[in-house]
């Protein structure tokens, strides 16, 4: 017969408590640093705005990915779910233009979500998760669209990254001087994805030439472990 299990000791219990505030704390904290200041910042103004140590944020989380993916996995799932939402949607041209509306504005919402769209985050399985099935469901988004007769018959998935990487560079050159410009970017994106305005254009980057330029910028986000706090 198997011992039942010994229950931790108010002290065990206190740290767990005590753990998992610090944690709560780092993630929110790391959600609103992000969002004002994009994710090069510091991680020392991570810790501190969270009122925790260096030491103690880099215990939690060991590298700059493991925090930017903890720190976004609720919008990586409101992503998710701006897909399934679009996919429900009557009219397949409609709901097409109407997601890349949505995540270009949930990108001018969240500096630091600019770039975590055009990232990966292996370690991170449920942040992953949720792209694989977004990818999945705009994939479906698409050949809808396309049977409708209204997206051009060369769109391909790799191009909605590539409007991600565009309208992310319109959001850092304008800035507070003029926020809105991002709207009339991507209004200039979805009429060129109509197909009765389709133009012959050079050929799309393949998928692996695509995931690379990705991959770049993950391992920019990479840092080394802090020396141990004093």
């Known amino acids: ?57 880099y215990r939690r989380y060991p590298t700059r990915g493991e925090l930017i993916a903890a720190a976004f996995e609720d919008k990586m799932t409101a992503y998710a779910e701006a897909t399934r939402q679009a996919l429900a949607e009557p009219d397949p041209w409609q709901g097409f233009c109407g997601y890349v509306e949505e995540i270009c504005a949930m990108q001018a919402g969240d500096r630091g979500f600019t770039t975590v769209l055009t990232m990966t985050f292996p370690m991170a399985k449920r942040f992953e998760a949720d792209r694989d099935q977004a990818f999945a469901d705009f994939k479906l988004l698409v050949e809808r669209a396309k049977a409708a007769g209204k997206l051009r018959a060369d769109f391909v998935t790799e191009d909605l990254p590539m409007f991600l990487m565009a309208n992310a560079g319109v959001l850092t050159a304008t800035g507070d001087a003029a926020p809105d410009t991002w709207r009339r970017l991507v209004g200039y994106l979805i009429q060129a994805c109509a197909a009765q305005a389709a133009q012959p254009l050079p050929e799309p980057p393949a998928p692996r030439q695509m995931y690379k330029a990705m991959l770049r910028a993950t391992w920019q986000q990479r840092e080394r472990r802090p020396k141990k706090e004093k």
Do not use: C, H, W, Y
Request: no cysteine; proline share 11%.
């Open 1 to 57: 017969m198997t011992p039942p299990p010994v229950p931790p000791t108010s002290r065990e219990a206190g740290l767990r408590v005590d753990a998992e505030r610090n944690r709560q704390r780092i993630v929110t904290a790391a959600r609103e640093v992000f969002a004002e200041s994009g994710l090069e910042v510091p991680i020392e103004d991570i810790a501190k705005r969270a009122g925790v140590g260096v030491g103690t944020l």
